[in-house]
């Protein structure tokens, strides 16, 4: 074999061991999602929904109560009955804290530097923003649905995670809470959207200018006075400069202003044909 073809193969090696690196890295930082002592089997199937909208497929329940596959659980779940939901694992608290770099959720409690348990807390665009340089197995534990997680709980947690609201009712409920959460997530989770391709191609400058001028002709021929049509005319391509409309964007308006300027004049030609007032001018 020539030193080439161990070069090329090297290479290649080395691409795969970094593809699988990268594979890997990205596995570690999907996290596993917790739910401690869940009271309501509905709120269960309400989270492992958000799960499999935002990518992530590992459930973990701590003392959860009983998911009966023709309950509530499954009944919210969505298609998350299919795969997330039933290979939910049972575990204690004691095993999600011994093997995972953990995230605990709570309510915005007012709590200063004073009170370290729920002190300092993470927006969940602070927490996504501060995982994507943790290489290790997390997890997000989620409370129970009327008091959430305690002190003595969260002191034993890695990080806090707060939802901002608003002061007058800053609680949301459990599941509310873990799909804005895991909707922020979804950069570390979820590598396409339903989405198509949302760049946006402005129209051609050609069509565009075309519109300025079927534009005018409809002022003018409603009657407008000069100066009016002239602060319109402007007013319009300042609108359509910000906008940034879309070549079909901008062929719709075409037809439509080019139907009503049609429409406008042969009006005036009727009405100037049986000598009948035109409408209406300034």
Known sequence: MSDADVD???????????????????????????????ETPGNVGTIARAMKNFGLSNL????????????????????????????????????????????????????????????PFKTP???????????????????????????????????????????????????????????ELRELTVDETQLPDTAVTRAPEDDVERFHEFFADFLEVTGQREHVREKNALLMRRLLGRAHPTEREVHSLLGTFRKANAKLEHADHLAAKYDEPVYPRE
Do not use: M, W
């Open 60 to 119: 973990k329940l701590v003392d959860p109560p009983e998911l009966a596959e023709d309950g509530e659980a499954y009944g919210f779940a969505g298609h998350a009955r299919e795969d997330v939901l039933p290979n939910a694992d049972e575990v204690t608290f004691d095993e999600v804290v011994a093997n995972y770099h953990t995230v605990g959720t709570t309510a915005i409690t007012g709590e200063d530097d004073r009170s370290h348990e729920r002190f």
């Open 8 to 38: 090329a193969e090297e290479s290649d090696a080395d691409a795969d061991a970094h593809t699988d690196t990268d594979s890997d890295q990205r596995t570690r930082r999907e996290p596993v999602v917790v739910v401690v002592e869940p």
């Open 125 to 183: 665009a602070e927490l996504r923003e501060s995982l994507k340089s943790v290489d290790a197995p997390t997890a997000i534990v989620f409370g129970r649905e009327g008091r959430g997680l305690n002190n003595e709980e969260l002191s034993r947690l890695d990080e806090v995670c707060s939802i901002p609201a608003d002061d007058d009712y800053p609680v949301l409920n459990l599941g509310q809470a873990a799909t804005v959460l895991l909707y």
